[in-house]
């Protein structure tokens, strides 16, 4: 969908720029080609006007932890993740996400060709940044091997075992066209070997890993559930960490103090820890899953608020695949639910998943960044579901939804 011209005006009752404590009244945001020319009360300026009326206009949304290849049986062809992977960038998009940051998925990795095919308009969806596979020791989180090593000498995942061996698959991930570098420190909820309460690689491993990455100018983001997986992590200089769903304030102080973000993927858990003696929602998931989340249940309760309570850095990140890809915005009203502002949810999806990405050209709306807005009836500094109702979704000056009368 385009306008078919160069120059637009997007006006709205209300407007937030994503940096504000507050909206501001209405509001008109004049584009020119690509990127935003000037924010101001409303002015024509001849171009062609979209009056949105009583809508709140904000930036575009950015969610830091997708994984846009839904995970699959190890048998899917590759053209059938493909197409299944097509179909969930589009959701995003139509959700408001026109950045994400695709943190693995599983072999082979197909998420760099997708990243290609979006910048060349092949496919509709959100710009990705990507890191290919995730990194783990045997046996670890991200093993898929699932007996098939033993049986017939196959092994799934990016899989690495030892300093050297780290050090090689950093570089195979860089070697791949990796924008990041991500790798398990921790078990997690997974698979049915898997526990978030286990450490998965040593000090040494986990420092060697990120000075690789460094060293190849990618920045580094850790699965980590629990305290000593995350410390780890931070004392080696990564740059996010994923998930923390057991930290305490202590460890959340630590990764503060070092200026890294986190991105607590809080909506799985709410939604497990809710439904946890709710047989029909479990119905369709893996038996281990639900006895691993019943046996972390008051641990994950206690955490639950920490971030909140804590000055750490938060990005947006959802984790869908893990959930539907199409409830991805959900993370929104999980965060507040744990105490979270809408202020803070929404900078985590704006201007803080910005400047963890190192994107300044997005994020924000004021002139010189990219034209990435998107509008919701309602005001989510009020009401944070409305940010489930977005009907409006411009990216890089192009309109991509438009439903609204």
């Not at 699959?72 to 994400?100: C, E, H, K, W, Y």
């Not at 890294?260 to 909506?267: E, K």
């Not at 639910?337 to 004021?366: F, N, Q, V």
Request: aromatic residues 4%; hydrophobic residues 40%.
């Amino acid at each position: 969908m385009s306008t078919g011209t160069d120059s637009l005006v997007v006006v709205a009752d209300r407007f937030w720029d994503g940096n504000a404590d507050r909206p501001a009244g209405r509001t008109a945001i004049l584009i020119n080609g690509s990127h935003v020319e000037e924010v101001a009360p409303v002015r024509t300026r001849g171009a062609e006007v979209i009056d949105l009326g009583d809508r709140t206009l904000i930036p575009g949304f950015i969610d830091c932890h997708v994984h846009v290849v839904p995970d699959l049986s190890p048998g899917t062809s590759i053209s059938a993740q493909t197409l299944a992977a097509v179909t969930a960038m589009r959701t995003l998009l139509d959700n408001g996400f026109t950045t994400v940051r695709d943190l693995g998925c599983a072999p082979p990795s197909i998420t760099i060709d997708l990243k290609q095919a979006q910048r060349e308009g092949v496919v509709e969806g959100p710009r990705m940044v990507v890191a290919p596979r995730i990194i783990s020791g045997r046996g670890g989180h991200g093993d898929k091997s699932a007996g098939l090593a033993e049986r017939f000498g196959v092994e799934l995942g990016a899989l690495a075992d030892g300093v050297d061996e780290v050090i090689r698959t950093v570089r195979t991930e860089a070697r791949l066209g990796a924008d990041w570098i991500k790798f398990a420190g921790t078990g997690g909820f997974g698979s049915e070997h898997d526990d978030p309460e286990l450490v998965t690689y040593s000090r040494a491993e986990v420092d060697a890993l990120v000075a690789t990455a460094r060293d190849l100018g990618k920045p580094a983001a850790v699965h980590a559930f629990n305290d000593e997986g995350i410390l780890r992590a931070a004392h080696a200089g990564v740059r996010s960490v994923e998930h923390a769903s057991l930290a305490t304030s202590a460890t959340l102080s630590t990764l503060a103090d070092n200026g890294i973000w986190l991105v607590p993927t809080q909506v799985v858990t709410v939604e497990c820890l809710r439904h946890l003696d709710d047989d029909q929602f479990w119905a369709d998931k893996p038996g281990h899953l639900r006895q691993t989340f019943r046996t972390h249940a008051d641990r994950l309760h206690q955490c639950a608020s920490h971030p909140a309570g804590s000055a750490v850095r938060i990005a947006f990140g959802s984790d869908a695949s893990v959930l539907p890809h199409r409830d991805n915005w959900r993370e929104f009203p999980a965060m507040v639910s744990t105490g979270i502002s809408p202020l803070r949810a929404l900078r985590a999806a704006t201007s803080e998943a910005a400047a963890l990405l190192a994107t300044p050209d997005r994020g924000t709306i004021r002139p010189g960044t990219l034209a990435d807005l998107v509008a919701m009836p309602g005001d989510p500094f009020d009401d944070i579901d409305c940010t489930g109702n977005i009907d409006f979704v411009v990216q890089s000056g192009r309109i991509k939804r438009h439903t609204h009368p």
